[in-house]
């Protein structure tokens, strides 16, 4: 690449860094290398922090701060590094979070809430599984937990319904089930704790809900950790998502979850009392077609449920 150094560009070096002005940058840099991990005097941030948060494509530049000895560890005021930001803009996070990695950028760090690059992946990347592999065998920690106790498995339910991602992480990654995060009651306001399965709940996944039903492995874990309190709980969320619902797909899929969920119940109920006469849930042969039935007919509020606070799950 050929630049004329004796041309000083048109923007300042923060604005080269946002928009990946490949060019400015260089022209900065090689006139003087101290502005490399200087802050920009209204945002805080350093060229790596507003390169990464910005530019959607931003492997040329990037390439070009880590060849002249960028702080790849550097933090914003929020305790964010590069290797967390990275996944908020960037279109393909995968190769910038290799070349981070390769320049020694730490798989565990952590941010203001205890987030790891994990969580980030796990929660803001389209085709999470690539990421979180790359991560994973880059040494970071599949089971750590942010300031809520929750690990980056909760995470991934926020994001989508990736059944097979999950799958990944319970039964290759050998990730621990029995986390359990805390949750916000929307009624109460009060914080109570819950497993994957109350994040399911939650997010209405379906795929996933079924996989940690279904799964040997998983259920193993889950069956020491799950109580009646959070089954009822992720019953009762789950109905009051079918009052905002009105397409037959949506709360047809709903319908299966308490199916699910009430099965489950009733296996874990007979398990722990197969010594007594306890009475359990017994499944109504017909309980998905009225949970239909009733939500179709049901006049609806049109309002919709709140959807993730930032990054908080």
Do not use: H, P
């Given at each position: 690449m050929s630049i004329d150094i004796d041309t000083s560009p048109s923007v300042s070096i923060w604005k080269a860094a946002e928009t990946g002005d490949i060019e400015a940058l260089e022209y900065f840099l090689l006139h003087n290398t101290e502005l490399l991990n200087m802050r920009d005097p209204n945002t805080e941030c350093t060229l790596l922090h507003l390169l990464v948060s910005n530019v959607p494509d931003p492997i040329r530049p990037l390439e070009l701060l880590l060849k002249h000895g960028v702080d790849v560890t550097a933090q914003n005021i929020y305790n964010v590094q590069a290797i967390h930001a990275v996944f908020l803009n960037c279109s393909c996070p995968l190769e910038a979070v290799r070349l981070l990695l390769s320049y020694d950028a730490n798989p565990n760090a952590r941010d203001g809430d205890g987030w790891t690059p994990l969580h980030y992946a796990a929660r803001f990347c389209q085709l999470p599984e690539p990421v979180l592999k790359l991560l994973i065998d880059a040494g970071a920690d599949v089971n750590a937990i942010d300031v809520n106790q929750k690990s980056a498995l909760f995470s991934l339910l926020a994001n989508g319904d990736h059944s097979q991602t999950l799958d990944w992480l319970i039964h290759t990654a050998r990730a621990n089930l029995k986390i359990k995060g805390d949750f916000v009651?929307?009624?109460t306001r009060r914080t109570r704790q819950g497993t994957l399965i109350l994040?399911?709940?939650?997010?209405?996944?379906?795929?996933?809900?079924?996989?940690?039903?279904?799964?040997?492995?998983?259920m193993q874990s889950l069956q020491s950790v799950l109580t009646r309190e959070e089954l009822d709980d992720a019953i009762g969320?789950?109905?009051m998502q079918l009052l905002k619902l009105s397409t037959r797909e949506q709360i047809e899929k709903l319908g299966s979850m308490?199916?699910?969920l009430e099965e489950l119940t009733q296996k874990l109920s007979k398990k722990k009392n197969k010594s007594k006469h306890h009475s359990v849930i017994k499944r109504r042969p017909n309980l998905l077609r009225r949970i239909v039935a009733a939500a179709v007919t049901r006049t609806t509020t049109t309002t919709t449920t709140a959807g993730v606070n930032g990054k908080k799950i």
């Open positions: 009651d929307s009624l994040q399911a709940a939650k997010y209405g996944r379906f795929s996933c809900l079924q996989l940690l039903v279904n799964s040997e492995t998983a969320i789950i109905r308490i199916i699910l």
